[in-house]
């Protein structure tokens, strides 16, 4: 961002919700018609029961580093260490192809932090529906088919973290045939 982030008095939750809205205004990728309730989806986490303000704050911004000029550094000088942290679990290394983080966020799945599981599956559970709603332009069938499958695999490694949103997320890879293993 050009500018720090002001904090604000009021919800504590009313700056991530602005900061998410104003930076992606016009994100460098946008895989939904609807760029204000993509980056919102996730926030809906808490109707999996989840309340904890680091990690609602983290699922509103999670993709804010990824996707738009916001550093790390603001991060953590508007919401501190934490969020910060949770941010940049979830957040993809640009440096690597998409198939290397793609393999990435497999492996690194089983490892993250409780929050940074949350915001996963939040983020996967509203991918997912939006592609079960519209396929994006340039997108095949078959590519929306892997996707699922590779959220498969990435969901395995964030097993027994919540089950409201593990069961959404089960509903939809069984429409897709895609494989799901229950809870250890």
Request: hydrophobic share 35%; charged share 25%.
């Amino acid at each position: 961002m050009n500018e720090p982030f002001r904090t604000l008095q009021n919800d504590p939750l009313e700056l991530p919700i602005r900061i998410t809205l104003e930076t992606h205004y016009n994100p460098l990728e946008l895989p939904s018609e609807t760029p204000y309730n993509y980056t919102l989806e996730p926030f809906r986490i808490k109707h999996g029961g989840i309340s904890l303000l680091v990690t609602l704050q983290a699922a509103l911004l999670h993709d804010t580093v990824e996707d738009t000029a916001t550093s790390p550094e603001d991060l953590e000088t508007a919401f501190g260490a934490t969020v910060r942290a949770v941010v940049m679990e979830v957040t993809d290394d640009r440096n690597l192809s998409q198939a290397q983080r793609k393999e990435a966020k497999v492996k690194a799945a089983p490892r993250m932090s409780n929050h940074a599981k949350l915001v996963v599956l939040a983020d996967m559970l509203y991918n997912l529906r939006d592609l079960q709603r519209v396929t994006p332009e340039g997108w095949s069938e078959e590519r929306v088919q892997k996707y699922f499958e590779w959220s498969s695999r990435v969901v395995q490694g964030l097993r027994g973290t919540n089950a409201e949103l593990e069961k959404k997320l089960d509903e939809l890879f069984s429409q897709r045939s895609c494989p799901t293993l229950l809870p250890h």
